[in-house]
């Protein structure tokens, strides 16, 4: 039973990050109705300029977080000027499609800068707490209030503010939205930046628990996507939910069922299984007749 | 143009054939890795460029399962020259299974699916895959990784294909070979109606085009030619190590593919040689700086300038340019010449042809003892909680143009949907010429006669006015003259000879409208279903195409089953009418019945032209 709820515990704090990813996913797809291949490859990016300040050069992590969340944002800012906004009137499977070449790119700055070597990133914190003969690494405890409180921001800032009931109205009915005055553009860059912000967190926050390579952070983002299928691709607390959810059970995966791979795997196995269950019925739907989004 | 391309192509294998008598044997090496990718970057081309289908994962969805194939053949005793042809073929089953998994899914669900289901092959199947087989091959040295297994290059004779140059040949014909099918037909129907329900899936269904064994067709086509690239790329590596398959060269090569240009077999060609030779060709000279791991950043780069500027990639750069920005569509604007066109034909038949036949026919009395078209028994649909048609019943016979009328909601859309086979009833039943089709699927009830158009206007927007028509004659089953001299026959009894080279997205809306009515004759329908052809036309629009409707019928004799807001419309062509109301038959009779039918006149009518002879009225009296 202990053992039990130490795997679930361990599988809590990589739920925690994948939320933060999926979470990104998500505010993305809500708000382009673009599927983004490349939250993965920001988070890694981040990680890298982190990784560079805080271990490689050993600047303390109160410098080299803020600074790293500032490379985030240029990321996120860059990637909509970028690639985005050239692409606004193509359909969402081209800006899709594009997302993948941003993957590239970013996988191929990594690739120069760090020369792709994996490396290991210095924790914000190496302590301990115990309760009994549970325990868990602060790492992992901040990692998940990180997630709370940036599910809890989210729902807010989405609900309650004037820019996210834009980004809200985006969601629902895009032509709509721009009619009351929602800038398009504007809607696809504060996203970005969100999105990549909450990547970089993810990236930051466990990879110290994992290891620091140019792909590492794309097969979490794969793993994320059952979350945010679970949450059908709308709603951010599901999303959360789910995250958690599919870490402990790849935790608890990796605990008790001893198939090589099967550890890594199991958030592909059960982005599939998801996909087999709430086929339809997610944001990502079967196309539809006479929806008035075509231009005409 | 057709001689420029073969111009090209000949060049190209004359070039291919010479090349390893020319170059160096590391050079012949290359190439052969160019035309291996060639065949891989074809295999996207069929799978996304053709049918629509994202497949994200194809190095190991295809490529790889092409490799263990081919291995797992030459270990059973196949000569290897013949475990290279036929490993493609063993992938079949694999494929089937994730083409009838995947088929369920669209868009960007799809690309989720073949993401997840191939990483489970990349880094469980494989992985485990390779060890065990690295562990019972005998006499297998593994020098790289516990999970390499060594795969010989074919034989044949004493010769033997296994230096640089003979393999060469051999991935080169067998590249030839399969190019040659896939081009082939990619020209005919088939590759049309692919191309068909890439854009409009719903409308291709209606078109009778069977929109599910195409897309698992293209799927199972598209991992076989993977299959037959991955046994090749096993046999030039001689061996296969698990992580070669890899979402890396996934990404990549659609990278290369979409660069290439993703909807033609030329694209695949330049995209095997951009994948292959880029790296060689920069790796010296000035260059330089872009070698190595930094040629992602070309890829990456080239990929969304292709997408952004040149969506059919280089292979279609002299193609229209600019086409998914959408930003030729010149929107509503009138085009004098086919309401010109319209208008001619309207005052050259006057209001005649429509009043003639409807002489002709009008006999409400007998109207059931003529031989039956559609008969819809007692419909019942709910969607959730909304009950949209709750017992409704209508009979067409041939040749008749009948109206269905009725208050936004009444159910007329699901009624329709319910006929053509997009929507399948909770209770009730849909007779077509007395047969029952209630379960038959949309587009095998395209085949047995219904044709519709949709309120919405539903074209194939990057095919011509013409090549939409000559889209649309799936079912004819003709070759391909014949459709063509059907499409031009159509084109020019609907007033559209003049903008038969045009694009949908040029014409005004009075023109799609007859598109539409083109395309869904085009399979000569026994029923043509039009759903709401009047709406966003003026008077003068509404007026044209209901001369145009009403002649086509004189000319093809099919029968019509309307649903129109537009009474002036409904008064000159419907010979009977009738009205719904939350899913029920509230009234039915001749046009002139209906004006005078109070219950008609309380519901629907009557509220409606009060509001609108009043409406304005009021309005200036409350100011």
Partial sequence: MTNFLQYAATGLAGGFATALLALGVVMIYRSTRVLSFVQGAIASLATYVYYQLGTAWSWPAWVALPLAIVAAIAIGFLVDLLAMRPLRRADALTRTVATLGVFLVILAIIRVVWHGGETFVHPLSTSIARIGTFSLSVQQIITGIVAVVASVALVWWTRRTYTGLGLSAMAEDPSAARLLGVSPGRTSSLTWIVSAVLAALAGILVTPLLVLNPFQMTLLMVTSYAAALLGGFISLPLTLIGAVLVGAGESLTTGYVNVSGLSETFGFIAVFAILLISRGRGGAAAPSLGNGSESW | ?623
């Fill in chain 2, 1 to 623: 143009m057709v001689t420029g391309r073969r111009g090209v192509t000949l060049a190209l294998l004359a070039a291919l054939a010479a090349a390893p008598a020319i170059l160096s044997g590391y050079w012949t090496f290359v190439l052969t890795l160019a035309v291996i990718y060639a065949l891989l970057a074809l295999s996207l081309v069929v799978v996304t460029g053709w049918s629509g289908q994202l497949n994200l994962h194809v190095a190991a969805l295809g490529f790889g399962w092409g490799s263990y194939a081919a291995f797992a053949l030459v270990t059973y005793g196949l000569p290897v020259t013949w475990a290279l042809v036929l490993a493609g073929l063993l992938t079949i089953p694999f494929a089937a299974v994730v083409a009838l998994v995947a088929v369920r899914f669209r868009g960007l669900e799809l690309a989720i699916a073949t993401l997840a289901i191939g990483l489970i092959f990349e880094r469980l199947v494989f992985r485990n895959l390779g060890e065990s087989l690295a562990r019972s091959a005998p006499g297998v040295t593994t020098p790289f990784a516990s999970s390499f297994v060594s795969m010989p290059r074919p034989t044949i004779g004493g010769a033997g294909f296994s230096g640089d140059a003979p393999f060469f040949y051999f991935c080169l014909v067998l590249a030839v070979v399969v190019f040659a099918l896939v081009w082939n037909v990619g020209r005919r129907a088939t590759g049309r109606s692919l191309r068909a329900l890439r854009e409009r899936e719903v409308l291709a269904e209606t078109l009778g085009i069977p929109v599910v064994r195409y897309r698992i067709g293209a799927f199972v086509g598209s991992i076989v030619i993977a299959g037959v690239a991955g046994a090749l790329f096993a046999s030039f590596k001689q061996g296969i190590a698990p992580d070669s398959y890899n979402l890396d060269l996934s990404f990549q090569i659609l990278a290369a593919t979409v660069i290439g240009g993703i909807y033609s077999p030329g694209g695949a060609v330049i995209g095997g040689g951009l994948m292959a030779l880029l790296p060689e060709v920069v790796r010296s000279g000035p260059l330089q700086i872009f070698g190595g791991e930094r040629l992602f950043l070309v890829f990456g780069v080239g990929m969304i300038l292709v997408l952004w500027r040149l969506p059919a990639g280089i292979a279609g750069w002299r193609g229209r340019r600019g086409r998914v920005n959408g930003e030729d569509g010149s929107g509503e604007s009138i085009d004098e010449i086919s309401v010109g066109a319209l208008t001619a034909i309207a005052s050259s038949n006057g209001n005649g042809a429509a009043g003639i036949v409807r002489r002709l026919y009008h006999s409400p009395t007998d109207r059931h003892a003529r031989r039956p078209l559609l008969r819809v028994d007692d419909l019942r649909v709910r969607f959730g909680g909304v009950v949209a048609l709750d017992g409704a019943s209508l009979f067409v016979p041939e040749g008749e143009i009948c109206a269905l009328i009725g208050p936004n909601g009444a159910g007329k859309s699901t009624l329709f949907n319910c006929v053509s086979g997009l929507v399948t009833p909770d209770e009730g039943r849909v007779y077509l010429q007395g047969g029952d089709v209630t379960e038959v699927s949309a587009h095998r009830r395209a085949a047995f006669g219904i044709g519709r158009t949709f309120q919405t206007v539903e074209v194939f927007r990057e095919l011509t006015v013409r090549e939409n028509l000559i889209a649309a004659g799936y079912l004819l089953r003709d070759d391909d003259r014949v459709v063509a001299e059907r499409a031009d026959a159509l084109l020019s009894s609907l007033g559209l000879g003049t903008v038969a080279d045009q694009l949908p997205g040029d014409l005004p809306l009075g023109s799609l409208r007859a598109v539409q009515i083109g395309m869904a004759l085009v399979a000569r329908p026994r029923l043509l279903l039009l759903d709401e052809p009047s709406a966003g036309l003026d008077d003068r629009q509404t007026a044209s195409l209901a001369s145009l409707i009403s002649q086509a019928r004189a000319e093809y004799g099919f029968g019509v089953l309307l649903v129109e807001h537009d009474m002036t419309m409904v008064a000159s062509l419907a010979e009977h009418v009738y009205v719904l109301d939350f899913g029920r038959v509230i009234a039915e009779g001749t046009p002139q019945d209906i004006r005078n039918d109070p219950l008609v006149l309380e519901k629907y009518l009557g509220a409606d032209w009060a509001d609108a002879q009043t409406a304005p009225r009021r309005r200036r009296a409350a100011r």
